[in-house]
């Protein structure tokens, strides 16, 4: 294994241009959602079947997909700072053509794809620097901080959608919530001016470099561990909001502006808590110990919640919790393992490569649900229950890479 030593000064425990980045990320997080936290006004609004509806995700999943590549292979040859607020300002256009004129299913995938193909730019780069700025031993702390930002983001998002669709129309929530962007791009680049725009790169910048990282055994299971933890995490939360919403419902449970704030702190507060929790625990426990507990966990939740509709609405909620923090516990363990198993000169191009695997299998998780829902005639106990099954299959495999990861041990330095 190799073992990437970024060479940065230490920085202050909560410095500005990493406080800045973190609101970044929640600002952008706001319209990440926003089409979860409106799907059901919209798929009554414009007429859409389970699958038509999935594929508009998809096609945001897959342009995501698409960003997340360029961006982190762009990022070794031109710097991650560079990369960042290229696409930070990029995605403020789109969240801005997404919220003014998506207003029928043919636009809405149009523009949500377009969205998703400059928001992803703002992820791996991010990671970067940190990466570039944040000593070993509190990486995970600060990746930690920096993915409950947006899950704190998607909080606020799936809320804010969710009251203003069922009280105003999705308009008014695809207005309030793509506008996010705009305000991450007016945080971060102050924020950013005075960092240095790291460049690296030699070999990776190559093809055939750049997939050189995976013939080391733990790059190439913390890659495919994070394709299957993809599959499962965006899957779930295409369609857990609408699964919720369908509960409360039927439950007779609060109003518009209640439903979207119940549904939204089952899923990402619990998030937001899991990311900051489980980035610190693998710094004192090691990363495959947590990595192993998370995806068990949420394969279990897979399994489970679809079956449980019609349940106690308290038992929903609780399970739904538990799935989004143990859906989103890996995931700044996943990426702060991968800054510490490749080289800084190729860590760009390893995470376009996870990215493309991680992305490609996740974006197609919505779509790949809402067939099984439509085959098993609607939204139904079987549907769910089979739907999210399906989902679970990734949580399985994301176990099973993780048991296989070479045990590790806190770095103390």
Known sequence: MTTAAITAPAPSS???????????????????????GALVPAMQAWGMSA????????????????????????????????????????????????????????????????????????????????????????????VGWLLAAGSLGYFASIALAAWLAERFGYEAAFIACG??????????????????NLVAGGGARRLRGA?????????????????????ELLGMWAWLPAFLTASLAGAGGDGAGGRGLWIAGAIHLSGFLSSLLMGRASDRLGRRAVLVAMGMLGAACSFTIGWIDGMPLALVLAVA????????????????????????????????????LGFGAGGAAP??????????????????????????VGGGLATVCALLLPADRPDRS
């Open 14 to 36: 909560r410095p500005i241009w990493f406080v800045l980045l973190c609101a970044s990320r929640f600002a952008t997080s706001l319209s990440f959602m926003v089409y979860a």
């Open 211 to 231: 997939f050189r990282f995976l013939s080391d055994r733990r790059s190439f299971l913390l890659t495919a561990g994070y394709t299957a933890h993809c599959w």
């Open 321 to 356: 919790a538990l799935y989004g923090f143990s859906a989103l516990g890996d995931s700044p363990v996943l990426s702060t393992a991968m800054t510490e198993s490749v080289e800084p000169g190729s860590l760009g191009a390893a995470l376009a490569v996870r990215s493309i």
């Open 51 to 142: 699958g038509e509806a999935g594929s508009i995700q998809t096609a945001f999943n897959v342009g995501y997909a698409l960003s997340l590549v360029g961006s982190s292979w762009f990022a070794d040859s031109l710097g991650a700072k560079r990369v960042f607020l290229c696409a930070s300002w990029a995605t403020a256009l789109t969240g801005i053509a997404f919220a003014f004129f998506a207003r029928s299913a043919e636009s809405g995938l149009l523009l949500f794809a377009l969205m998703g193909l400059t928001q992803g730019g703002t992820y791996a780069p991010s990671i970067m620097l940190v990466a570039q700025g944040v000593p070993a031993d509190r990486r995970g702390a600060a």
């Open 367 to 392: 779509l790949a649900v809402g067939l099984v829902l439509d085959r098993a005639g609607g939204a139904g106990d079987a549907g769910w229950g089979w739907g999210f099954a399906l989902l679970g």
């Open 179 to 196: 506008l996010g962007p705009l305000l991450a791009a007016l945080l971060a680049t102050p924020g950013l001016l005075r960092r240095p």
